[in-house]
């Protein structure tokens, strides 16, 4: 038997391809140009930014949030505290999410999560009729939350000495 026939074996030798999906697909491994860059309905580093504060903010809210179920159930010392501050937390990053949602809507942009595969979250968003999506690989979600909850509670605590 011939190697053609194995697994597919009436389509194994047949590859080809038409001279439309190739120019398609030359065109989209070509570097973005300026012009490209500059039309109105692409996203700006902004306003990718506010997209990714969208997706990450949620997921740090609900991260606190968990926290302050464990903090309430536990019998710790300082707990009044804990919840407190826990609490003023969870507003500044609540009020961030409101404005960055507000944002998002002012600029006509939505985000959507699509799936969740083994270690990435896959998120789509359309800009402007500008349609796109990008995934987050966990270990790096993990290290941007981080990030952020160590701001949150640097201005936390600024705030309120």
Known sequence: MSKKLEKNGLWESNRMMLPEHREALLQRRQPKTEQD??????PTQEELS??????L???LL????????????SSYPLKKLYITATQLLMDLIHSDLVKVKKLLKERNIKVFEDERI???IRYRFVCRGYE????????IVRAEISV???DYVRVLFKQKR
């Open 37 to 42: 860059m500059n039309r109105p309905n692409v």
């Open 50 to 55: 506010w997209i990714r504060s969208c997706i």
């Open 57 to 59: 903010l949620p997921i």
């Open 62 to 73: 609900s991260i606190v949030e968990n926290n302050l179920q464990s903090i309430k159930t």
């Open 118 to 120: 083994d270690g990435a």
């Open 132 to 139: 796109d999506s990008f995934a987050i690989m966990r270990d």
């Open 148 to 150: 952020k909850l160590s």
